[in-house]
T-cell receptor, first 109, second 116 residues
Framework: DAKTTQPTSMDCAEGRAANLPCNHSTISGNEYVYWYRQIHSQGPQYIIHGLKNNETNEMASLIITEDRKSSTLILPHATLRDTAVYYC??????????FGKGTMLLVSP | EAGVAQSPRYKIIEKRQSVAFWCNPISGHATLYWYQQILGQGPKLLIQ????????DSQLPKDRFSAERLKGVDSTLKIQPAKLEDSAVYLC??????????????FGSGTQLSVL
């Protein structure tokens, strides 16, 4: 599976949009971009995934660049409860979910 | 819908003792995973079951770790004997199946193991 690169940490003010970047320059044509997050003392939680097109659900939006070498997870109106570690993962439909260290997002009042 | 259930929530043992963790996946989920998460790191896959068969156990330290999923439903992960470096959170996850493009994993809250 392609490797991903994420910033170690990010800050965001409550109510503002949180934009979390992810680089995956070696992504293959059959690999999807997945995002999970892990709130303290909980297991990881699925957020969203995509292949080529931008995706949106009730939790977030996923923007994938045209060359698919990078993506951005957008939380449109961050709340204190969005403070968590966010993992960007690239995988095929058949490969296992492999986690890196992720980005620690701290949402402040 | 009930989530993935794990027990116990916390466990403290001394090195060389044995310990077992239990997981009950979401009803109808064919695939079950055990992950180990050491403090400050992302979860690492230990073993993956499809129904009651093992799909991937390449990262399971088989000299001390064992896992089973009898009847293709709940699962037990055992460590015997435990080492200090086994201190971690053990996460269980389940999903509908393998190879689906919208495959999502659902995780339990984990068992926090401390080996003294």
């Amino acid at each position: 599976d392609a490797k991903t690169t994420q910033p170690t940490s990010m800050d965001c003010a409550e109510g503002r949009a949180a934009n979390l970047p992810c680089n995956h320059s070696t992504i293959s044509g059959n690999e999807y971009v997945y995002w999970y997050r892990q709130i303290h003392s909980q297991g990881p939680q699925y957020i969203i995934h995509g292949l080529k097109n931008n995706e949106t659900n009730e939790m977030a939006s996923l923007i994938i660049t045209e060359d698919r070498k990078s993506s951005t997870l957008i939380l449109p109106h961050a709340t204190l409860r969005d403070t968590a570690v966010y993992y960007c993962i690239v995988r095929t439909a058949y490969s296992t979910l492999t986690f890196g260290k992720g980005t620690m997002l701290l949402v402040s009042p | 819908e009930a989530g993935v259930a794990q027990s116990p929530r916390y466990k403290i043992i001394e090195k060389r003792q044995s310990v077992a963790f239990w997981c009950n996946p979401i009803s109808g989920h064919a695939t079950l995973y055990w992950y180990q998460q050491i403090l400050g790191q992302g979860p690492k896959l230990l073993i993956q079951f499809q129904n009651n068969g093992v799909v991937d156990d390449s990262q399971l330290p088989k000299d001390r770790f064992s896992a089973e999923r009898l009847k293709g439903v709940d699962s037990t992960l055992k460590i015997q004997p435990a080492k200090l470096e086994d201190s971690a959170v053990y996460l269980c996850a389940s999903s509908l199946g393998v190879g689906q493009t919208n495959e999502k994993l659902f995780f339990g809250s984990g068992t926090q193991l401390s080996v003294l």
